[in-house]
């Protein structure tokens, strides 16, 4: 029996030894062996591949998802204020505080559906992101039934809805200006 301090590559790790698959083999022909090859199974040390190129996926679901999540929690946290007032006295300025807070939500969706999503077409992406609106609008005001001095409205649910829908909208307004630019500067 040999020690296990031996240098034999056998002895790294318990279990089979893969190589690569021939398609991976042929795609990286002049290798560094220092340098991580993506192996189809287990391997020893120089074959790990770090979390980034295994999930390329996982970075882009954050990097989309994770403004939405965190302008979400915003929303949580603002309707968890009591007696919170706008700063402004005007007819109906609570409405138009829905919409404008729930068009930047509209506008995070609609990019995040875009991105994970972007064989769909621009209406079902918008129907999506008013249906998302509306859900957590509905959820938000009965959140805030609960807060002292805020009041829950069927009214600013619908104010939340249409906010929504001005965001998926003004993204695709965006995203139309931005194809028109690259293909300028081309």
């Known amino acids: ?68 999540f965190l302008y979400s929690g915003i929303i949580f946290w603002a309707s968890s204020l009591p007696n919170l007032k706008p700063p402004v006295d005007f007819f109906n300025i609570d409405k138009v505080c829905h919409i404008l807070e729930y068009a930047v939500l509209g506008f995070l969706l609609a990019r995040a559906f875009h991105v994970q999503y972007p064989a769909w077409s621009a209406g079902k992406t918008w129907r999506l992101v008013a249906l998302c609106a509306f859900l957590y609008g509905i959820s938000d005001e009965y959140h805030q039934s609960f807060v002292p001095g805020r009041e829950s409205a069927v009214f600013d649910a619908v104010a939340d809805t249409v906010g929504g829908f001005l965001g998926a909208y003004l993204y695709s307004v965006f995203l139309k200006k931005t194809r028109s630019t690259q293909k300028v500067g081309l």
Do not use: C, Q, Y
């Open 1 to 68: 029996m040999r020690p296990l301090s031996s240098r034999d590559p056998s002895t790294s790790l318990p279990g089979p030894r893969l190589s690569p698959s021939p398609e991976i083999a042929k795609r990286f022909r002049g290798f560094n062996p220092g340098k991580a090859l993506p192996f189809t199974g287990r391997s020893g040390g120089a074959g790990r591949v770090s979390p980034r190129e295994k999930n390329p996926h996982r970075l882009k679901f954050l990097k989309f998802w994770f403004p939405v």
